[in-house]
């Protein structure tokens, strides 16, 4: 198996653009997480699904965040506008339904806002 | 609510010392707990996991961890660190019947060779 596969790794984008971030959970796991890793903050949880459905958004920072799943192999996170504060490293991560738990992560994509 | 505590921020050993870093968590209920590393510029990997059955566990490189329920802790340990293991190494929790695991904030460890 391919791993999770994210995309772009890395991003470098000027305040008020508008970023979009991919990711492809591994094939058959029910749930996707999207976390964010900063110097400041470590490793925040910013939303995940089950079956492609949203369940907790909490981490969401504000409403300039969006992420969405159309289907089990497809997702994204969409900052719109962004600010140099969403600097940091985007991490998705999936993990089937079972009693483990285990997060399979993958290898992040690293937003630079100017 | 769950919650997770790292004791320390940043550990910093002499190749061939032992480690052992601390956890501790609070949830009401049972508990799946990890740890998972970060190599510089790397993504989150498991390390080892703790489920069920005996509460001392053996992950990856020689690393190992002891759930000890009446502690509500689960450190990790090794008894000789390397140069290779400097990275950063975070302990999660989840409950059994929940959705997402809840991260500590991280140590990071520096071993100088």
């Known amino acids: 198996d391919a791993g999770v596969i994210q995309s772009p790794r890395h991003e470098v984008t000027e305040m008020g653009q508008e970023v979009t971030l991919r990711c492809k959970p591994i094939?058959?796991?029910?749930?996707l997480f999207w976390y964010r890793q900063t110097m400041m903050r470590g490793l925040e949880l910013l939303i995940y699904?089950?079956?492609?459905?949203?369940?907790?958004d909490s981490g969401m920072p504000e409403d300039r965040f969006s992420a969405k799943m159309p289907n089990a192999s497809f997702s994204t996170l969409k900052i719109q506008p962004s600010e140099p504060r969403d600097s940091a490293v985007y991490f998705c991560?999936?993990?089937?339904?079972?009693?483990?738990?285990?997060?399979?992560f993958g290898e992040g994509s690293r937003l630079t806002v100017l | 609510a769950q919650s997770v505590s790292q004791h320390n921020h940043h550990v910093i050993l002499s190749e061939a010392a032992s480690l052992e870093l601390g956890c501790n968590y609070s949830?009401?209920?049972?508990?799946?707990l990890f740890w998972y590393v970060q190599y510089p510029g790397q993504h989150l990997q498991l390390l080892l996991k703790?489920?069920?059955?005996?509460?001392l566990v053996k992950g990856i490189k020689g690393f190992e961890a002891e759930f000890i329920k009446s502690k509500f802790s689960f450190n990790l340990r090794k008894p000789s660190v390397q140069w290779s293991d400097t990275a950063e190494y975070f302990c999660?929790?989840?409950?059994?019947?929940?959705?997402?695991?809840?991260f500590g904030d991280g140590t990071t460890l520096t071993v100088k060779p």
């Open positions: 703790y489920f069920s059955g005996d509460p």
């Open positions: 949830y009401g209920g049972t508990v799946n």
């Open positions: 699904f089950n079956n492609n459905v949203p369940i907790d």
């Open positions: 999660a929790v989840r409950g059994t019947n929940a959705g997402k695991s809840t």
């Open positions: 094939s058959g796991h029910d749930y």
């Open positions: 991560a999936s993990r089937p339904y079972n009693e483990y738990g285990e997060l399979f």
